[in-house]
């Protein structure tokens, strides 16, 4: 090897040392911008596609959520996968948008601000907002087909004429045999029905059947009550706030066989 190529080879291995010092690592602080925007996008897709938490703000669930006006509520995670591949099955606690006639007296949540209201519109996209529509949890009683009523001697809700066993109720209107029942003057507060629930919606009620809202509320609307398959937006599974009432949200098989 002569001088000259040893001396080429020196500097070029210098050049290229010297090359690699100069390469400065990322700033921390270049990287954040990039690492917002990958947390966002990766909130978006989860809340869209597979899950979303969502604050319970009334007692009608109770007592298996929690929720009242200016208290804190449950806060719950609902997946959304289930239904993709099956709908709702009796038992099941959902989240759905409500129908319009269950949406009376509701109001926007948005500010009249058009930044902030702007605002507001990214922030629910990314689960930072609630959502500015009607959502609602209620239990599934009965699909597409099945006729649903109430009650029978002992006071038990109906379905196809079988009485359902419904554990998770705790508080409901009187129904006392011979005095107050579907049949006497005074009629008990259980008594409705009977409904055959149309193709592709469902019968859904509260655990708290003496305050809550739902298809018996609304059985003289359109849809006698009932609330499209199509509304639903997902499965209520897990209580994750606050930390004293963590833990799974039944779905009993309420229908006897």
């Given at each position: ?5 040893t001396?080429q080879?020196q500097?070029g ?6 090359r690699?010092?100069d390469?400065k690592p990322?700033?921390?602080?270049r990287?954040?911008?990039i ?8 909130s978006?897709?989860?809340q869209?596609?597979?899950?979303r ?7 009608s669930?109770?007592?298996t959520l ?7 509520g449950?806060r719950i995670v ?10 709702p099955?009796?038992?099941?606690v959902?989240?759905?948008?409500g129908p319009?006639s269950?949406?009376?007296?509701y109001s926007s949540?948005r ?5 902030i209201r ?5 922030g629910?996209l990314v689960g930072l ?9 209620k239990r599934?009683?009965?699909t ?9 001697d002992q006071?038990?809700?109906l379905?196809?004429?079988k009485?359902l066993?419904?554990?998770y ?13 579907c049949?006497?003057?005074v009629?008990s507060?259980?008594?409705f ?11 859904v ?7 809550s809202a ?11 009550g009932?609330?499209p398959?199509d509304?639903?937006i ?7 706030l606050p930390p ?9 098989d309420?229908?006897?066989?």
């Open positions: 090897m002569t001088p000259d190529a001396e080879e500097t291995g210098k050049s290229r040392r010297r690699g010092k390469k990322r700033s921390f602080w990287e954040i911008p690492l917002i925007v990958v947390a966002l996008l990766l978006f897709l989860l869209t596609f597979i899950a938490v969502y604050l319970i703000p009334s007692e669930m109770e007592p929690h929720g009242c006006p200016g208290c804190t449950d609902v997946e959304k996968i289930s239904y993709r591949f099956g709908d099955e009796p038992g099941d959902v989240v759905f948008r319009e269950w949406s009376e007296g949540t500010s009249d601000n058009v930044v702007g605002l507001q519109e990214v629910s907002v609630p959502p500015d529509e009607n959502d609602l949890v599934v009683i009965a597409g087909g099945q006729t649903v009523e109430c009650c029978d006071g038990r809700v379905v196809d004429g009485p066993d419904e554990p109720i705790t508080m409901d209107f009187p129904f006392i045999p011979g005095v107050q029942t049949d006497t003057a009629k507060g259980r008594c029905g009977p409904v055959t629930v149309p193709e592709g919606h469902l019968w009620m509260g655990d708290n059947r003496s305050n739902d298809s018996r509320y609304h059985v003289s609307d359109e849809m006698q009932t609330i398959v509304n639903v997902g499965k209520a599974t897990f209580i994750v004293s009432r963590w833990g799974s949200i039944p779905s009993p309420i229908q006897q066989q």
